[in-house]
């Protein structure tokens, strides 16, 4: 690395530290956690749906769930769930590669489809972040059973996949249906984000966590985990699971779902997974 573009990046991580250590209170907006059968029912008719072309006939769909058209044959489903930030252009860019380089048929429960819904802006108290984390688990459990309405969906081959928020309902899910999951951006263990992280994996169950070695909320780097004996990646947690995978990154960034090299090593894992 140049000296110029050293010193850009020590810059800006001070810049970042900066407005970590100012431990600012965050903001909270809406009210409604409620995760009532009409909020559940919304979050799924309202998910992003994403068909590889070979499920219909020729061209990738893109589109509501409630909309979702008719497929022939039996497929694999990944079920994304998505950050605080709702399904952003980073879950759809996701799923898109998703379908058009594994040929993996996605779809997004969409949480901010729910009126009201409580957003925020961190950091905030732990309470809240736990009612949201119940919310988030309550629509992975609605959307594993909505999505067996789908006849073309392989339920052996099932992959639970989550980013940051969307990440903990992931890692906390305890049912068995999962053929895997995928865990972004969350390091499964106590931060200040959660009072512990409860995990509902299995003990020899496939797993792949990535996660940067610098994440601005979930290491050591953060201000707001000071307290805590935070390692920065679900290693410990999944120490004893013969089928996990840890992938720390060299990098400062926390949406990292995207990023080539966590690409290459998930369409490795999910081949592995899905195509035995």
């Not at 749906?49 to 022939?72: F, K, Y």
């Not at 059973?145 to 969906?153: D, H, P, Q, Y």
């Not at 953060?222 to 120490?239: F, M, Q, Y």
Request: net charge negative.
């Amino acid at each position: 690395m140049s000296v110029s573009r050293f010193l850009f990046a020590f810059a800006a991580l001070l810049v970042a530290s900066a407005a970590f250590a100012a431990d600012k209170p965050g903001e909270i907006k809406g009210t409604m956690l409620e995760p009532s059968p009409d909020n559940l029912a919304l979050t799924w008719a309202k998910a992003n749906l994403v068909l590889p072309a070979t499920l219909v006939g020729g061209r990738r769909w893109e589109g509501h769930a409630e909309e979702a058209p008719d497929v022939i044959g039996i497929a694999p489903l990944v079920i994304v769930m998505h950050g605080s930030s709702g399904v952003a252009p980073a879950v759809k860019e996701f799923q898109v590669w998703l379908a058009d380089e594994l040929g993996v048929a996605s779809v997004a429960p969409d949480s901010l489809a729910i009126p009201d819904r409580l957003t925020y802006t961190s950091p905030v108290d732990v309470d809240t972040y736990e009612r949201v984390h119940a919310l988030r688990l309550a629509e992975l459990d609605h959307a594993v059973k909505a999505s067996r309405e789908w006849s073309w969906v392989d339920r052996l081959r099932l992959v639970l996949a989550g980013t940051s928020e969307g990440a903990v309902a992931v890692g906390r899910y305890a049912g068995k249906e999962a053929a895997a999951r995928l865990i972004y951006s969350w390091s499964c263990e106590s931060n200040y984000f959660v009072t512990e992280p409860r995990l509902g994996v299995g003990a020899k169950e496939p797993v792949l966590n990535a996660i940067a070695a610098r994440d601005p909320y979930f290491s050591a780097a953060n201000p707001w985990n000071k307290d805590r004996s935070v390692t920065g990646s679900c290693g410990a947690a999944l120490k004893a699971d013969p089928k996990a995978e840890v992938m720390v990154i060299d990098a400062d960034v926390h949406t990292i779902l995207n990023r080539p090299e966590v690409r290459a090593r998930t369409a490795q894992f999910l081949r592995g997974v899905l195509n035995p």
